[in-house]
């Protein structure tokens, strides 16, 4: 058996995603992407060795322990096995993948660690289960993408809280990403006071909503949002990250990093230095030379 630590990546400028690989495969004349990524502290230790089959367990953050998966090294039972809505679906998927392309044997894998955040983005499109494929006729032109991010991730992240899986699993880190930043003081007012009449039907939940996103949740805010600086200590300065969207179309690039300047013109200076990076690096648990 090998022991393996593989390292979280932070995508710092650019874009590398599967769906820009994709879009190359179709048209040769797209420009490849290209980025600079950064290793983090934060990864996934695992043991692996041969099988005759895909095999996986994981050991979760409390003790618990899921799986084991035992799947034929074959790509329809993998593919099945990534369509199921299992724990170790996306592994499946990957699985799958790698064995179509280069006829590899089995697996076992054995994830004994792993203190990843969890960064959830919200499903836009009208094929994928969430409020795009469940709201998207009853939507005027033009407010889809407006609103669609918001719906989802308020939804995800209510029932992240309300479902318990904060409290159950409290060094859980969660970062709710690409859906602007100045609607989660309303979600904390809102969710504190239905959590006081409702109390009854959420189980038993030992803090409140606010409570538990100042433990362990962070929120990107878009670089134009002037909400930060008001918010900050009503949320929490040390909660607020951001990020550009670029290369999508609605990042205002060239001049980002001006946009954000200019938005957060007056914040408190602590304030802002953890939103302009400080955040970021004990989110993902990346520490510059010189720093803890």
């Known amino acids: ?170 060094e859980l880190k969660v970062a709710i990403l690409e859906c602007g930043g100045g609607w989660i003081a309303h979600w904390m007012d809102r969710l504190d006071e239905f959590l006081e009449s409702y109390g009854w039907a959420t189980g038993g939940l030992s803090l409140t909503p606010r409570e538990y996103f100042r433990r362990q949740c962070w929120i990107s805010f878009d670089p134009g949002e002037i909400t930060s600086k008001v918010l900050a200590p009503i949320v929490g300065a040390d909660r607020f990250v951001w990020a550009s969207d670029f290369p999508h179309s609605d990042a205002q690039y060239p001049g980002v990093v001006d946009e954000l300047r200019e938005a957060t013109e007056g914040m408190d200076p602590a304030a802002r230095t953890l939103l302009f990076g400080a955040n970021a690096l004990e989110m993902y648990g990346t520490h510059p030379a010189g720093r803890g």
Not at 13 to 36: K, N, T, Y
Not at 75 to 97: K, N
Not at 129 to 143: I, S, Y
């Open 1 to 170: 058996m090998l022991r393996l630590f593989v390292p979280g990546r932070l995508c710092l400028f650019g874009e590398h995603s599967d769906w820009a690989g994709s879009l190359r495969s179709q048209d040769p004349s797209i420009v490849p992407g290209a980025c600079i990524l950064s290793g983090t502290d934060q990864g996934i230790t695992a043991t692996v060795g041969g099988a005759d089959a895909f095999e996986m367990t994981s050991r979760l953050p409390g003790g618990s322990t899921r799986g084991p998966l035992r799947v034929p090294m074959d790509e329809v039972p993998l593919r099945h096995a990534a369509t199921s809505d299992t724990f170790f679906r996306y592994a499946a998927g990957v699985a799958a993948e790698v064995h179509a392309r280069f006829g590899t044997g089995g697996i076992h894998i054995d994830v004994t660690e792993t203190d990843l955040p969890i960064a959830f983005h919200p499903a836009g499109l009208s094929d994928m289960p969430g409020a795009g494929r469940a709201l998207t006729n009853l939507m005027a032109p033009g407010t889809h993408h407006a609103l669609i991010l918001l719906f989802d991730e308020q939804m995800t992240l209510s029932n992240l809280v309300y479902g318990g899986v904060l409290e159950r699993f409290p």
